[in-house]
Every structure is written in C-alpha cells, then in structure tokens.
C-alpha cells in the first residue's frame, strides 16, 4: 500500500526530513535562497563570526609578531637572511601538514588552529615590513638627521609613515591568504566557513557549501576592501604621490 502511494507520488525529494520546503531544495537546485535565508543564523552566521575571529586573532597575533622582527631586521642587517628564511619556511610548508604536525602536541583546539595560521602571516608581514623601511630615500632620513632629530625620531616621524602603504600592502595580503587557509582548519576545529562547507561536500545537497563558499569570498573581498580604504585613510600623501 505504502509502496503504491510512494509511486504515485512521483520521484522522492533529495532532502526528504526538511519538512515542507521549496521546489528548489527538493529537487536540489544549485543554490536556494530560500533554504540559505532560513539558515542564516543557525548556520552561516555563526560560521561566518567564528571565521572572522579566527582570521583577526591570526593576522593581529601575526602582525605583533613579524613587525618587531623587521624592525629588528632593518637596525639588524645581517638578520635579516636568518629572519627572511624561517618565516619564509613556514610559510611554504602546506596547510594541513602543518596541522597533522601540530595536533599531535596541542590537540585538535583553536590554539592549534591559530599557531599554524599565525605561522602563515609571518612571511608577508615581516617582507612587506622590512620592505617599506627599506625604500624610505636615504636622503630624507638624512635630512631628518640634519634637522636634529634622533634616530629614534627618524624612525617614527619619517620611515614608519613613509613605510605604512607597504605595511598596509602586506596585511591585505596577509588577511586574504588567512580567510582562506581558515577553510582548511575547519578539518581539526569545528569552526568556522570551512565547517558547513565540508559538511556540504559530504551531502547531495549543493545549497549549503556553495552558500558558505560563497560567504568566504564575499568575507575576502570585504577586508580586503575595508583595508584598502584604512589604508587611504591613513596614508592620503600616497594617494597624492600616485596622480601626480
């Protein structure tokens, strides 16, 4: 009998448990608004907070760390092919290898999760850094030196706001590689955009990882946009410099 009605009821939905839904979500259409707007805030809102948690704590703890560096690098010279090459190692060592190396010690937590992004943020913020203090003209700290300022002045008055575009170039870099290699730590910490995605790969369902990727790039494309204009903000004589 049951079978009969089944039958005559014509082809079953792909999500059968989801109680009354759309013609979208029964026959899996490629993204549904109407299933996405309903799991907002149970789902990709609370992913998309915790992936912007995981991504500041990241390029915040990241930059506290690689700016000392350069500048340590930039009185230091010869520190700097030492400095350059550990941060540029960790930087080359793949995502989830990093990862299967650090659970063993710290277990599958955040604090693995943002060792390994941290790790990742060093090279270009400690390069970008190093960079932009390396291109302040030789003959403007001189001038400032002739003016009467020490060196401690030079550096705060002259080289770090002459270096700030490349610093600010090194944290849009930084935060968008770390939007990204969040996706991957969602495989150790139930966290973040990578979470609902790799639950979504594992289902017939197609809504719910290209909804949560398409959260991921529109959070990339956010900072980068919000950082870019801090940046102009901050540094306006640059803007200047570029239309003259």
Not at 34 to 50: C, E, I, K, Y
Not at 208 to 221: D, H, P, R, S, T
Request: charged share 10%.
């Amino acid at each position: 009998m049951s079978s009969t009605l089944l039958a005559a009821a014509g082809p079953q939905p792909v999500i059968p448990d989801f109680g009354t839904v759309s013609s979208c979500v029964r026959d899996n259409g490629l993204f549904c608004v109407d299933w996405f707007t309903a799991n907002f805030s149970s789902m990709f809102g609370p992913a998309l907070v915790q992936h912007v948690r995981l991504t500041v704590i990241a390029v915040g703890v990241g930059f506290l760390i690689a700016f000392p560096l350069a500048l340590l690098a930039h009185f230091r010279r010869r520190l700097v092919k030492p400095l350059g090459g550990l941060t540029s190692f960790l930087y080359t060592i793949p995502p989830m290898a990093l990862f299967t190396l650090l659970v063993p010690v710290f277990g599958l937590s955040v604090l693995t999760a943002e060792i390994a992004l941290v790790s990742y943020t060093l090279m270009v913020l400690f390069k970008s850094s190093l960079t932009g203090l390396g291109e302040v003209p030789e003959e403007v700290r001189r001038a400032g030196e002739g003016m009467g300022l020490t060196r401690r002045e030079v550096l705060w008055r002259i080289e770090l706001p002459l270096a700030l575009p490349a610093v600010i170039s090194g944290l849009r870099v930084a935060t968008v590689t770390t939007i990204s290699v969040v996706e991957v730590a969602a495989f150790i910490i139930d966290q973040g955009l990578g979470s609902p995605i790799i639950q979504g790969l594992q289902s017939p369902f197609n809504t719910q990882f290209i909804g949560a990727g398409l959260l991921a790039v529109a959070l990339a494309l956010a900072a980068d946009g919000l950082i870019v204009l801090v940046g102009r903000l901050l540094t306006p004589w640059a803007r200047t410099r570029r239309t003259v």
